[in-house]
């Protein structure tokens, strides 16, 4: 058999590569003999040395190293090592991709071994037989010759005396059943093995005849199978543990019949597992981590002692590996179905996720047991346990949904610090309060839910829930930037009700300060809180160590925190850009529907008699005056994140300004008529536009803003142009838009006095104004 095993084992061709400095020296080996002309006819001269009887490797090896540095000869060890592993790699990727099949074929080779051993013993038993009988008939056929003489050589064989192997083989069967009574194994074991030998060695020496040789083989062929009988019934009884249950699989594989030992040894493994099973009884009072431990305890402290009892009786042979890890692996699948049934399934329809986290913990602890012994089972455990963990954080997911649209139905939308019952960001102290996030109500519960639901989660991260689970949080952040969308007065954005907001009732948000504090809220919670929390999972940031070494600003270059920290971004972008919007709608139309911004109040100064006031028009002042108010508001808001409050105000100017851009009616009316844009009207255009210049510039306006005015100030000027007149002759110089505009700036940000009709007349302004207007009117009339 094991030249069998053997030659099964050999692999029928050899490849191997030598690499040399940059070259290569090698054959590829194998059965390939398709490949013709002269390259087949080199590679058949190039195998013929391997095919030699006297073939030295090492010599080999030395005569084409010799001329190799020492610098080749570390690179060829080197490429050899990596070759190594990455063939170990590749057979581990082929066991495990074809691991049925190789478990059922080791099977198959186990009982194909075990009857070839039946037929051998049948064989021994038959040559026994023939070998007696043709005996038998030579001593037949030589029998001749007179009566006198045949009575002679009986009395001769009657008188002669038994020889010692005689005797001892006369008394073998008695000496066997003695100590198969005795249980006395090793020394049956012993005798067994002595009677094999003494058989053989009668039948080369003729000392016993055919008859007796038979007689012989029969009775250690009988007593073999009485002696695996009895140890087969001493392996199945509950008491028999520990050293006899070895001993007896020891024995049984000594007298040839290894499959069926380990078969008993694990059968014993298995009922011993079983009764200490039934002491362990779930209720629903008892604790689902003691239960889940207790189980545990049982289970794998089985499958390891089966594991060293394999290993110890019958080394590695991978026909025993391979049924020892399918029963291994089946009861790893009981107990993962027990703790599912018991335990899992409870949790995740409660979404207990931290009670159900902790099960599974305890569960790869064990396993993690069994791997540092070579025996890898946590797939199976991952299989069984992932739908009801997702389960889990689909229901804790939906609570943290829920709670927090209650909460924001009730919220008053006022910052304040953590309240009683909410856990804060970090130590808890009256010194560290002033550092606390501040926020209202539902931002501070949905801010806590998720840092707890980010810690259940950690120790989860084996089984690849980290996207989900980031995703889940993006998704319940989306609703509540929904949510607060929805809080805004007069808020038109439709895609809150689309994406699941469904009939949840808000509070308004009615006050600016209070719509504001919707924007804090979501900022702080997508560019600080969230992510912070994110941090938990350790598939993100790798290691706590590298953490500290890399400082919270650079945390956020891992990639998968970083796109993810986009994603809410984008969702607070929809946020500003709703409280833009309804800002900007309020500024440009009245409640009944009308427009404070039109073409009409630029083309009817040119039809008064009186001279205008030149000031902003009332809505550049308001939104200067919105801004200003906004801003102050902001900065207690907005500690730390000045610039998130400078890009809002930016924004909403920007709202307004391509309103104006992009209003077609407006543009019409004034390039088109059907009046034309006359001097006032062109003068005031140009003042307002300078007017949100000047307060824009390095608080509220950006470079694209910038621009935008000043085409829409092209565009004016190109009106007016069309009319006949040159925009340079009507208009003064810009010391004069400079100045009026920086004089209501002042007025409204309470820095500058009024601008009323008692201003100077040697002032800028008025002369300005005054020259403007002659001028004006002497141009008219021309």
């Known amino acids: 058999m094991a030249s069998a095993k053997s030659s099964r084992s050999r692999p029928a061709g050899h490849s191997g590569v030598f690499p040399v400095g ?77 691991y049925a099949a190789f478990i059922r074929t080791s099977k198959e080779i186990s009982d194909l071994e075990g009857e070839l051993l039946s037929i051998r013993n049948l064989l021994n038993t038959q040559a026994a037989l023939i070998h007696g009988l043709s005996e038998g008939v030579q001593i037949d056929s030589l029998t001749s010759g007179t009566e006198g003489s045949t009575e002679e050589d009986i009395s001769n064989v009657e008188d002669q005396e038994p020889s010692e192997i005689q005797k001892w083989s006369a008394d073998f069967p008695d000496l066997l059943d003695v100590l198969l009574a005795e249980r006395r194994v090793d020394e049956a074991l012993d005798a067994l093995d002595e009677a094999e030998r003494v058989a053989a060695d009668a039948r080369r020496t003729q000392t016993l005849t055919a008859a007796e040789i038979s007689a012989l083989r029969g009775a250690v062929s009988d007593n073999r199978q009485k002696l695996a009988d009895q140890l087969a019934e001493a392996a199945c009884q509950s008491s028999t543990r520990g050293i006899e249950l070895r001993a007896a699989a020891s024995a049984l594989k000594r007298l040839g019949d290894g499959p069926r030992a380990h078969s008993l040894l694990l059968s014993a493994h298995n009922q011993r597992l079983q009764c200490n099973l039934q002491t362990i009884h779930p209720s629903s009072t008892s604790y689902g981590g003691a239960y889940t431990a207790a189980l545990a305890q049982q289970v794998f402290s089985v499958v390891a002692q089966a594991l060293s009892d394999s290993v110890e009786v019958f080394g590695d042979e991978s026909c025993y590996a391979s049924e020892l890890v399918t029963w291994a692996t089946k009861q790893v699948l009981s107990f993962a179905l027990l703790v599912k049934r018991h335990v899992l399934s409870s949790c995740a329809a409660a979404g207990g996720l931290r009670a159900a986290a902790e099960c599974v913990q305890i569960s790869l602890g064990h396993c993690s047991l069994l791997e540092a012994r070579g025996l890898s089972v946590s797939s199976v455990l991952l299989k069984q346990f992932k739908p009801s963990l997702e389960q889990a954080l689909d229901a804790n997911l939906r609570r943290i949904e829920e709670s927090t649209a209650a909460l924001a139905a009730a919220d008053n939308w006022t910052l304040t610090y953590p309240p009683n019952g909410i856990r804060p960001v970090g130590r808890s102290s009256v010194a560290n309060l002033a550092l606390q996030p501040k926020l209202s109500t539902s931002a501070h519960r949905f801010n806590s839910m998720v840092q707890d639901y980010f810690e259940d989660v950690a120790p989860l991260l084996s089984l690849q829930l980290g996207g989900s689970t980031m995703d889940g949080i993006a998704k319940n952040f989306n609703l509540y930037v929904n949510l607060l969308i929805s809080a805004l007065p007069g808020s038109m954005d439709d895609e809150a009700n689309v994406e699941g907001l469904g009939n949840k009732i808000v509070r308004m948000a009615e006050t600016e300060e209070q719509q504001l504090a919707l924007l804090a809220n979501a900022s702080l919670l997508a560019e600080e809180l969230l992510p912070r929390a994110a941090m938990k999972l350790s598939s993100i940031n790798q290691s706590t160590d590298d953490l500290r070494k890399r400082g919270p600003d650079k945390q956020n270059r891992v990639p998968e925190l970083r796109e993810w920290k986009r994603k809410l971004q984008r969702m607070v972008d929809r946020l500003r850009d709703s409280f833009c919007r309804q800002h900007a709608l309020e500024l440009i139309f009245t409640d009944e529907g009308d427009t404070h911004l039109s073409a009409e109040m630029y083309i009817s100064m040119d039809n008064t008699v009186e001279e205008p006031e030149w000031v902003p028009s009332p809505i550049f002042q308001e939104l200067y005056a919105k801004l200003n108010r906004m801003a102050g508001i902001a900065a207690d808001m907005f500690v730390g994140r000045e610039r998130f409050a400078t890009l809002l105000m930016m924004r909403l100017t920007e709202t307004v300004i391509l309103w104006l851009s992009e209003d077609q009616a407006f543009w019409e009316e004034i390039e088109q008529g059907p009046k034309p844009l006359g001097p006032l009207g062109l003068q005031q255009f140009y003042l307002d536009m300078q007017f949100v210049i000047i307060f824009g510039q390095g608080r509220f306006l950006s470079r694209h803003v910038h621009q935008v005015i000043l085409d829409i100030i ?14 340079d002759s009507v208009l003064p110089g810009d010391d004069w838009f400079m100045d009026v505009a920086q004089e209501v700036v002042g007025m409204i940000s309470g820095k500058g006095r009024a601008a009323n009709g008692d201003r100077e007349i040697h002032s800028p302004t008025a002369s300005v104004s005054a020259h403007s207007m002659s001028s004006f009117r002497s141009h008219g009339s021309s």
């Open 22 to 98: 940059g070259a290569a020296l090698g054959v590829a080996g194998g059965g390939g003999g398709g490949g013709g002309g002269d390259g087949g006819v080199q590679l058949a001269d190039k195998l013929k040395i391997f095919k030699t009887d006297n073939f030295d490797p090492d010599a080999y090896v030395q005569s084409k190293c010799q001329t190799m540095n020492e610098k080749e000869i570390r690179h060829l060890c080197s490429y050899l090592q990596d070759l190594k592993k990455a063939s170990a790699e590749e057979m581990r990727r082929s066991v495990y991709a074809n």
């Open 714 to 727: 092209d565009r004016a000027m190109g009106a007016f142009s069309a009319t006949g007149m040159n925009p």
